[in-house]
């Protein structure tokens, strides 16, 4: 199975989402809720042309040999440095409720491409139970990522998540989200106070998701974080605010080495994977284009698109000088 042919399936299926060849937000844009923006502007577009004004430096004055795309994260290491990002309902996607189908392909494919899947708690009451069961028929490494509720619910969801997650993360800048303010639950905002006492009830590794400000993320590290997601939520909760791409840099600078780095949003190939890397982040989370892979072909369509990054990632690498993932640095991008 191609990519292309992965596009092709997922547009015979797919709702709302075009199945673009390149996911930038355009073929979507401002159709909320779904899978694109938040009205007026187009923050998936912003994403995407962030990490675009970032070019890589060509540098074959190298030490020739094989390139190694592998990492350590959160005490593991993995094939690469990626995570696929957490989408807590389909129905955007397809008229019958497919979390819990969707789930489990995506941790299928990652786990047979040694990568990380991180899964949100959705809404829907059969979500949780399903991604257990996933967890266990796949033996796949995966972060649960619940959303800012009442610190009580919170901590009762990720108790079960205990003895099988990689790590546990709170997203933080979906409180705002059109769906919530509907649904009857109670999210809202969260203090460093309110995250130390999630901390306090996991032995996992703590991430917090939703960071855009050096200030926020110093507060995360204040708090105990031992990884930050950096994100706007794919520009669907806040418009005209910056990309991804355009904070890096900052948050890197404030607490590189206090915690682990991560960024999604926009991020779609291998070379934008090197970009985020070479700027400072130990990881990046794609999200959008896992449902495509999915929709287009299951798990094997998850498989086939984390491969082609994988291909994407290491040629990219090869052709900045990078051999292993500690050899990128931001000698190697400059910005137009």
Same mark, same amino acid.
């Given at each position: ?46 994403? !995407?042309?962030? !990490? ?14 094989? #390139?190694? $795309? ?28 497919? $979390? ?146 355009? #904070? ?10 206090? $915690?682990?780095?991560? #960024? ?27 449902? $495509? ?44």
């Amino acid at each position: 199975m191609t990519y292309k042919e992965i596009l092709e399936n997922a547009r015979k299926t797919i709702l709302n989402c075009k199945a673009c060849p390149e996911c930038n937000g355009l073929g979507c844009g401002n159709t909320l809720p779904g899978p694109g923006s938040k009205a007026p502007g187009n923050g998936a577009n912003t994403n !995407w042309k962030a !990490w675009k004004n970032i070019r890589l430096n060509f540098d074959t004055f190298a030490e020739d040999g094989p #390139v190694d $795309t592998g990492c350590t994260l959160f005490g593991k290491h993995f094939a690469l440095p990626l995570m696929s990002g957490p989408i807590g309902s389909m129905t955007q996607y397809s008229r019958e409720d497919v $979390t819990v189908a969707f789930n489990d392909g995506v941790m299928e494919g990652t786990a047979k491409t040694g990568t990380i899947d991180c899964f949100g708690d959705g809404i829907a009451p059969s979500v949780l139970p399903g991604a257990l069961e996933s967890i266990a028929r796949h033996h796949a490494d995966v972060i649960p990522v619940f959303n800012p509720m009442p610190n009580a619910s919170i901590i009762r969801k990720m108790e079960q998540f205990e003895d099988c997650a990689l790590a546990i993360c709170v997203v933080v800048d979906s409180a705002g989200l059109s769906h919530w303010k509907h649904s009857g639950d109670q999210p809202g905002s969260k203090t460093v106070s309110d995250l130390k006492e999630i901390k306090a009830h996991t032995k996992r590794p703590f991430i917090v998701k939703g960071i855009m400000t050096v200030k926020n993320a110093l507060q995360a590290v204040e708090a105990g974080a031992d990884g930050i997601i950096v994100s706007n939520h794919g520009g669907r909760a806040l418009a005209d605010v910056p990309g991804t791409a355009e #904070v890096l840099p900052e948050i890197v600078s404030a607490v590189k080495g206090s $915690t682990a780095i991560i #960024v999604d949003g926009g991020i779609r190939h291998g070379v934008d994977m090197v970009k985020a890397l070479a700027i400072g982040a130990d990881a990046v989370l794609i999200c959008r284009p896992f449902a $495509t892979a999915w929709f287009g072909g299951g798990a094997e369509g998850v498989s086939t698109y984390i491969e082609m990054l994988k291909t994407e990632f290491s040629e990219a690498m090869y052709m900045v000088g990078a051999r292993k993932v500690s050899d990128l640095c931001p000698d190697m991008v400059r910005y137009s």
